[in-house]
């Protein structure tokens, strides 16, 4: 079945560092490709996303390549900012034979982001 | 426009209770999903519909049930509470159909079972 798997660990930086969150992904087909972001005491914001090889999903400051050869959506940001402190997950949601979506989701374990001033 | 809304927010219930959660989604989304997410962890697929029709079952056991309306609200209901099943339970909205269909989450029903 589908999987997800992300860097392993809490990630703690300095305000202004550069972010990497690594994420690979197991998957028949071509899934479509996401970065949710979930703040202390809400739900989940999606961050950015890509749906096809190649493609490069940004917002924020945060971009992620899609990458089919490694299988993987690695997470990066050039200058991370306290505000950035949250759990990142990377997820996948498949298209059927059909080329139809109906939006479930596998997530990763998560990556707490902690940013010092 | 309003988001994903989901009733009640915070719930607390004793072992063997029953207990129904409710999610409204984004107006004109016909997909409505349920995921459980324990403290630590990443949400976990639990039931998908798609036009009153369930479309994907996670790995939960037959306890969990769902329904969707036909206003495309959505009810979770957990038969039997263990403590196992604490968690916040969140529902996601989307289009559905063909193509790439984001999903929208809401903020989540926290669920204690004591």
């Known amino acids: 079945g589908d999987s997800v798997t992300q860097m392993e660990g809490p990630v703690t930086l300095s305000e202004e560092a550069f972010l990497t969150i690594n994420c690979t992904y197991t998957?028949?087909?071509?899934?479509?490709l996401f970065w949710y972001v979930q703040y202390p005491g809400e739900g989940l914001q999606l961050l950015l996303k890509a749906t096809k090889a190649d493609d490069k999903g940004s917002n924020k400051g945060f971009e992620a390549t899609y990458r089919k050869e490694t299988t993987s959506f690695h997470l990066e940001k050039g200058s991370v900012q306290v505000s950035d402190s949250a759990v990142y997950f990377c997820?996948?949601?498949?298209?059927?034979?059909?080329?139809?979506?109906?939006?479930?989701?596998?997530f990763g374990q998560g990556t707490i982001l902690t940013v010092h001033p | 426009d309003a988001g994903v809304t989901q009733s009640p927010t915070h719930l607390i219930k004793t072992r063997g209770q029953h207990v129904t959660l409710r999610c409204s989604p984004i107006?004109?989304?016909?997909?409505v999903s349920w995921y459980q997410q324990v403290l630590g962890q990443g949400p976990q697929f639990i039931f998908q519909y798609y036009e009153k029709e369930e479309r994907g079952r996670g790995n939960f056991p037959d306890r969990f049930s769902a329904r969707q309306f036909p206003n495309y609200s959505s009810e979770l209901n957990v038969n039997a509470l263990l403590l196992g099943d604490s968690a916040l339970y969140l529902c996601a909205s989307s289009l559905g159909g063909r193509g790439l269909t984001e999903a929208f989450f809401g903020q989540g029903t926290r669920l204690t079972v004591v």
């Open positions: 107006s004109g989304h016909k997909s």
């Open positions: 998957a028949t087909g071509y899934p479509s």
């Open positions: 997820a996948l949601s498949p298209l059927n034979a059909g080329g139809t979506s109906y939006g479930k989701l596998t």
